[in-house]
């Protein structure tokens, strides 16, 4: 049981977790790294919106994929914990395929990522695989209202899957799966204030 863990600690542990705290606060000028950004008064849904939204979501999937991919093939992990980031690797990469398909040409094209130690030490891969998965949940949450009916019910599929992965990778690191009774969202500027604190991005 999560209770009889031992909590994880690391040096990317508390990086992570100011890069969390600080989310909001750590929105950055110029063009989103995640494509675009939710204005005080959000347009109304439309399809241009919905590309714009799936290619904010892509670029959280390509870094989730890549992360999990990498993690298994370095070795390092051990029972429930690999079997955790093989079983999420796999569909991390056939949300990545969903995506691409749904925008087609307008797809964004992959990053350049470095997970550094992250994906080669168990204690690393728990704190930031804790990190990925919240985020993603907070990503989908904060922009569903803004998607057609149509792309709200495909996104909501992918978003109830990214809220299993996060109360399973949460009881391995000795954490509470279900901390509250509802989860809040997250604005783009938030989820890029976060992937960028983790230092993962190279380019987008």
Do not use: C
Request: proline share 3%; hydrophobic share 50%.
């Amino acid at each position: 049981m999560a209770a009889a863990r031992a909590q994880p600690t690391s040096t990317r542990r508390a990086l992570i977790g100011r890069g969390v705290g600080a989310g909001a606060a750590l929105a950055v000028g110029g063009t989103a790294l995640l494509g675009w950004r939710a204005s005080a008064a959000a347009p109304a849904p439309s399809a241009t919106l919905d590309q714009q939204i799936f290619n904010f979501a892509l670029l959280l999937e390509y870094l989730q994929a890549a992360f999990y991919s990498e993690a298994v093939d370095a070795g390092a992990l051990r029972g429930e914990i690999r079997s955790f980031a093989e079983v999420v690797a796999d569909h991390e990469r056939q949300h990545v395929a969903f995506l691409e398909q749904a925008l087609g040409a307008a797809a964004r094209e992959k990053p350049t990522l470095d997970f550094g130690s992250a994906t080669r030490n168990q204690r690393e891969f728990l704190d930031a695989a804790v990190l990925l998965e919240n985020t993603g949940v907070a990503a989908y949450n904060g922009q569903g209202a803004n998607l057609t009916k149509k792309s709200l019910a495909a996104a909501a599929q992918i978003a109830s899957v990214e809220g299993r992965h996060a109360a399973w990778i949460s009881d391995l690191a000795g954490r509470s799966p279900a901390p509250r009774a509802a989860d809040p969202g997250a604005t783009a500027a938030e989820v890029e204030a976060t992937l960028r604190s983790t230092g993962f991005i190279k380019s987008s």
